[in-house]
């Protein structure tokens, strides 16, 4: 068996579809749905993704503003910043992208965004609604990760998941939308012990680690789903994913590629809470 792939980039360049009529029919309104990226630093990985981020949003209509400040800048003037942005009613969405240099808390600084406004989905705020049920910001990538498994019209109530990887962005979120969808979920680590006990019973595999050939293929149960959201470098340099690509394929049932896969619905689902924003603003 090959397992068929998620394609990531004609999905999200559907959602962008989607995203581009929302944002003409508010602009019908008077209202110009606005999203502005802060970035902190020279990172030169943070440098790429806000470029996409201010891309994508482009090809929808949506205003995206990119806001660049030096890396010594004081804590206390991005706060100043991001308080002046929440009074801002022509702004609907603001996003700061991680990591910030050290001599910043990220804690602090995410959770002065107003949570109207966090359409990253990371403030205390946001992960109590999804933990509640209530009307808030999914988390862009483990949104992206739900929006592929609706793709494929995979069932999940009654199937068992497991999330590879508890970070509050990824690992943890997931598990939340999952359980949300009835699924039966398993977070580990990349240390859980007999790791590949815990996978060969899932239907569906979520990769979060940051770390490469985490999955195998002896460790898929034939016909699963696997969800890759690892970013890495291989040996020759090439962009690759948390999963051994080449040998899951031929086990698994579906597969999402590394580049190609989660990354672009990151980015779409960013877009989609930015006009979630400008939409709950505009009434």
Excluded at 224 to 250: H, P, Q, S, T, Y
Aim: proline letters at 5%.
């Amino acid at each position: 068996m090959t397992a068929q792939l998620i394609d990531g980039n004609a999905l999200a360049q559907q959602v962008r579809g989607e995203v581009a009529h929302r944002v003409q029919a508010l602009k019908a309104r008077g209202v110009e749905p606005h999203l502005v990226v802060i970035l902190v630093g020279e990172d030169p990985a943070s440098q790429v993704y806000v470029k996409h981020k201010v891309n994508d949003s482009s090809q929808t209509g949506l205003k995206a503003t990119l806001e660049r400040y030096p890396a010594d800048m004081a804590e206390a003037d991005l706060l100043a910043r991001i308080r002046a942005l929440n009074a801002d009613a022509g702004v609907h969405g603001i996003l700061v992208q991680l990591p910030l240099p050290k001599h910043m808390d990220a804690d602090k600084v995410i959770e002065t965004i107003a949570p109207a406004k966090d359409v990253d989905g990371f403030h205390v705020q946001s992960a109590g609604a999804l933990m509640t049920g209530l009307p808030g910001f999914w988390p862009c990538t483990p949104h992206g990760c739900m929006k592929m498994l609706e793709s494929i019209g995979y069932p999940l109530r009654g199937k068992h998941a497991v999330v590879i990887g508890r970070s509050n962005i990824v690992g943890k979120p997931m598990a939340l939308m999952l359980l949300a969808q009835d699924a039966t979920v398993t977070i580990c680590h990349s240390r859980t012990a007999d790791l590949k006990a815990q996978t060969l019973q899932a239907d569906v595999v979520v990769a979060a680690v940051g770390k490469r050939n985490v999955v195998t293929a002896d460790m898929v149960k034939p016909g699963a789903v696997v969800i890759d959201v690892g970013m890495n470098r291989d040996d020759a340099g090439k962009l690759c994913g948390d999963v051994d690509f080449a040998g899951v394929k031929e086990v698994a049932g579906w597969i999402t590629p590394v580049p190609g896969g989660v990354g672009p619905m990151t980015r779409a689902m960013l877009l989609v809470n930015t006009i979630e924003a400008a939409e709950r603003a505009a009434g």
